[in-house]
């Protein structure tokens, strides 16, 4: 009966060595899936949000995009997340012919610009340096180019 008893010990033995390198096996595969996702995180979120962001405009009629982002020229060089909002939102307010404006930033790399413009309800000229300059009025009173 004891050699039953070791041959049945024997083949425990080598189960146990079969499974312990499918645990390793298994343990490695999700190991590397943890990494790979891990990366692919990284590539799809961090990296993108690390650069300047892209900066989306909407809303302006007189204004190009080029105008508007060479106004934003101080702030291009910023990342995402050291892109102030508030501070963009006081660059443009302070374009007359701008009547408000909202900046919102959407994770990971994208800036929204919305610019609503001052509109003309009527005109005049102002003198300045002996000459006559056209200007707009709003309907707030407020004289634009």
């Known amino acids: 009966m004891s050699d039953v008893s ?7 033995k080598t189960e146990t060595k079969s499974d312990r390198k499918t645990k390793i ?3 490695l595969f999700f190991v590397f ?3 790979f996702l ?3 995180a990284v590539y799809k979120f961090a990296l993108p949000s690390m650069h300047a962001p892209k ?3 909407g809303g302006e009629h007189s204004l190009t995009d080029e105008q508007v982002l060479s106004l934003l020229q101080p702030m ?3 990342n995402w997340f050291s892109f102030n909002a508030e501070e963009a939102v006081s660059i443009l307010s302070s374009v007359p012919a701008i009547d408000s404006v909202t900046v919102s930033k959407r994770f990971p790399d994208k800036i ?3 610019i609503a413009e001052r509109e003309s309800v009527a005109m005049t000229f102002v003198s300045s340096a002996g000459r006559s300059i056209p200007v707009c009025i709003d309907k ?3 004289l634009f180019d």
């Open 33 to 35: 899936c943890a990494i």
């Open 112 to 114: 929204f610009v919305r």
């Open 25 to 27: 096996v298994v343990a």
């Open 6 to 12: 070791m041959t049945a010990f024997a083949v425990e």
């Open 55 to 57: 900066i989306v405009i």
């Open 76 to 78: 291009r060089g910023t």
């Open 140 to 142: 707030n009173g407020v």
């Open 38 to 40: 891990i990366e692919i």
